[in-house]
């Protein structure tokens, strides 16, 4: 039997005119500033596709960049700015931050209140305690709105995430432990990760190693979500190999049209929330 394929791009779409619809109804359209710092060119590519999505359903955004050699005080003054000014309702740091820059203390000098990313320590934590924070993620809140479309009740399920990162890994394992899912996260230093994965009921793959996950890491009617992003011949692959494990998952993301598109709907559905937290 074929997996059932999860369709992010239609869920977003779907996201987006409701999006829109909400901006109407509003008095002033909410505004992302986006701060990208030096050229690197996959972070460019990000930066336009956000501001792009934006602009499509309403959303204004404002671009400010820093050269590669400015310093970190400068990008703190910028955020300072950004912080105080009414206007500006969502500020996100493009990632990776140039080397001299210590990005931690980047994330933590935005306000939590305007942290549409979801990386500052106030939103990680509350998010840790159980409560709501102002802004999750928007990679894993993405995928959680994924996995709400073929599981109901995700209670007692039993998840393997593949990597550990701030931004995908940990946010997400965060999230599914509130919802009562039994949780593993591993990493580069895990022993066996197959074993673990062969007895999970989803496996999130989020390691940035193409194709890692073969048709044996998986039981079979497993729910297969792909985080990453590789190259692969010239073409964009994911973390799972979709070719082999398609006859065996029960449901899985495509790569591109999977994460990919929730994660730009979800920051933006972040700035809208944004503004009705501040303005009501
Ligand atoms: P990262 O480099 O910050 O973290 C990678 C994690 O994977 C680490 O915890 C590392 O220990 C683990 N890892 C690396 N190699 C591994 C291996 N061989 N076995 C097991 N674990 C391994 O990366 P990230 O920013 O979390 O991104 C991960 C992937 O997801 C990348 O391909 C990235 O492009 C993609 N990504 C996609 C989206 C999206 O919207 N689709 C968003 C964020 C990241």
Redesign the pocket.
């Given at each position: 039997m074929s997996a059932n394929i999860i369709d992010g791009k239609a869920l977003a779409q779907n996201i987006y005119e409701n999006l829109q619809a909400q901006i109407y109804a509003m008095k002033r359209a909410p505004r992302l500033d986006i701060v990208l710092m030096g050229n690197d060119d996959a972070s460019e590519i990000y930066v336009r596709n956000k501001m792009k999505s934006a602009e499509k359903i309403g959303l204004k955004t404002v671009l400010h960049r820093l050269n590669k050699n400015d310093t970190e005080a400068d990008l703190l003054a910028l955020i300072d700015k950004l912080n105080v000014d009414s206007g500006v309702d969502g500020i996100i740091v493009q990632l990776p931050l140039p080397e001299q820059i210590n990005t931690h203390n980047i994330i933590n000098r935005i306000s939590p209140q305007k942290d549409v990313d979801g990386f500052h320590p106030v939103n990680t934590g509350m998010l840790q305690n159980n409560e709501e924070p102002y802004f999750v993620a928007a990679?894993p809140l993405?995928i959680m709105r994924l996995l709400q479309t073929v599981c109901t009740d995700l209670s007692g399920k039993n998840v393997v995430i593949?990597?550990?990162?701030?931004?995908?890994?940990r946010p997400l394992a965060t999230l599914l432990l509130n919802q009562e899912c039994t949780v593993t996260i591993?990493?580069?230093?895990?022993q066996n990760?197959k074993e673990l994965t062969q007895k999970a009921d989803i496996v999130v793959a989020?390691?940035?190693?193409a194709n890692?996950v073969k048709a044996d890491w998986i039981k079979e009617g497993a729910v297969l979500i792909d985080?990453?992003?590789?190259r692969c011949d010239g073409k964009i692959c994911g973390?799972i190999d979709f070719a082999a494990v398609q006859n065996k998952a029960g449901a899985i993301t495509p790569v591109p049209g999977g994460?990919?598109p929730m994660?730009v709907a979800m920051l933006l559905q972040n700035t809208i929330r944004a503004y009705m937290q501040q303005h009501g």
């Open positions: 990679t993405g593949i990597g550990a990162s701030l931004i995908v890994g591993t990493h580069i230093h895990t990760i989020a390691c940035g190693v890692m985080v990453g992003i590789n973390d994460v990919g994660t």
